[in-house]
T-cell receptor, first 115, second 110 residues
Framework: GAGVSQTPSNKVTEKGKYVELRCDPI?????LYWYRQSLGQGPEFLIY????????DSGLPNDRFFAVRPEGSVSTLKIQRTERGDSAVYLC?????????????FGPGTRLLVL | GENVEQHPSTLSVQEGDSAVIKCTYS??????FPWYKQELGKGPQLIID?????GEKKDQRIAVTLNKTAKHFSLHITETQPEDSAVYFC?????????FGKGTRLHILP
């Protein structure tokens, strides 16, 4: 079936605006992860879900960032009052089950640019 | 918490030669070490992984080694081809999370 998809592929916004980034995981995958990747860096963990619940949100940088997964499938990462430092590629990944040893399948990412 | 260091940051090798990327980790509790390949404009893709109960694993032209005592692990690519050009990330687990290194940009020279 289809892989992980993310929309939009690119997002340009102005400082102070609100943005939503969407992730569609592989069908049947119970675990979903969000990462942020800055230029020249590796993906940095933000949050992961097991089903509908956020099992670990310790990577969210501050309370402007929030993520939901209301039906245990699609997830939305929400960023309030965007800052220029939020500019990065936001990656989503899913795995069949939760666990570090489960293969994570990544989407292509959303490139966010905050002007 | 876990810290993963990776080097070199950039590596150029002649087509057909071997490439080696080295990583270290800090958390002795880590027991899973995946390697990802990321091509331009795409998300990372798992290419091989190794668990702490083995010292080496091979898949065609790719091999990984793990030294748990020294907290070192390495990726070896033999007979490199143009399509091997990409950014490679090593990673280690911290509980149910994956912590990534900063990446190695591999250039395969014709």
């Amino acid at each position: 079936g289809a892989g992980v998809s993310q929309t939009p592929s690119n997002k340009v916004t102005e400082k102070g605006k609100y943005v939503e980034l969407r992730c569609d995981p592989i069908s049947g995958h119970t675990a979903l992860y969000w990462y942020r990747q800055s230029l020249g860096q590796g993906p940095e963990f933000l949050i992961y879900f097991q089903g509908t619940g956020a099992a670990d949100d310790s990577g969210l940088p501050n309370d402007r960032f929030f993520a939901v997964r209301p039906e245990g499938s699609v997830s939305t990462l929400k960023i309030q009052r965007t800052e220029r430092g939020d500019s990065a590629v936001y990656l989503c990944a899913s795995s069949l089950n939760l666990g570090a040893q489960e293969t994570q399948y990544f989407g292509p990412g959303t490139r966010l640019l905050v002007l | 918490g876990e810290n993963v260091e990776q080097h070199p940051s950039t590596l150029s090798v002649q087509e057909g030669d071997s490439a080696v990327i080295k990583c270290t980790y800090s958390d002795s509790a880590s027991n899973y070490f995946p390697w990802y390949k990321q091509e331009l404009g795409k998300g990372p893709q798992l290419i091989i992984d190794i668990r702490s109960n083995v010292g080496e694993k091979k898949d065609q032209r790719i091999a990984v080694t793990l030294n748990k005592t020294a907290k070192h692990f390495s990726l070896h690519i033999t007979e490199t081809q143009p399509e091997d050009s990409a950014v490679y990330f090593c990673a280690a687990n911290r509980d149910d999370k994956i912590i990534f290194g900063k990446g190695t940009r591999l250039h395969i020279l014709p």
